[in-house]
């Protein structure tokens, strides 16, 4: 049933309040509930607060699911996931955590709530990076780019450090 029916998506996961690393793990391991099933999750990277001055670093990791859910539907799920795990701040504000649906499948969606691909995820090393450790053969289906295309893209990659390796974060 979940190979022929369901999407394969990809979650951004940050946190830079707490306990950080818990706060990515935990929520990686409550997207593996219902209609959705966790299949893989990068290693965990730590970087600098985009656009925050003085704000802690961040935790991130990006979190490979299948999903039986149209995209609002999923999208609903990481909010709830979010205001489980305590999440407080706004953009541009610390958080507890923090997940931004990157991609469903071939998807492309321009709508107020939801827009696929994510419109920035090209520009951010903390996601490229991770999402290109899950899945070397990801294409933007909005541009066509590849994913190695959009890393080799990136600006100096502004203190993206990995912090633990992917076996170990599945282990987390």
């Not at 979940?2 to 990686?28: D, F, I, K, P």
């Not at 507890?96 to 990157?102: A, G, K, P, S, T």
């Not at 203190?159 to 974060?169: N, T």
Request: net charge positive; glycine share 12%.
């Amino acid at each position: 049933m979940w190979s022929t029916v369901s999407s394969v998506a990809y979650v951004a996961l940050g946190a830079n309040l707490g306990q950080r690393e818990r706060a990515v793990l935990g929520a990686a391991r409550a997207l593996n509930a219902g209609a959705v099933r966790l299949l893989g999750l990068s290693s965990l990277y730590e970087s600098p607060a985009l656009g925050m001055p003085g704000a802690p670093p961040f935790i991130n990791a990006v979190a490979q699911v299948a999903s039986l859910l149209p995209p609002l539907d999923l999208l609903e799920r990481l909010q709830a996931i979010e205001a489980k795990g305590g999440r407080t701040g706004g953009h541009w504000q610390s958080r507890e955590i923090d997940l931004d649906l990157i991609a469903v499948g071939d998807e492309i969606v321009a709508g107020d709530r939801l827009t696929l691909p994510h419109p920035r995820f090209h520009e951010r090393a903390f996601v490229l990076i991770p999402l290109h450790e899950l899945t070397a053969g990801f294409v933007c289906p909005r541009t066509g780019h590849r994913i190695g295309d959009l890393v080799a893209a990136l600006p100096v990659q502004g203190g993206l450090v990995r912090i633990s390796w992917r076996s170990l974060a599945m282990r987390g």
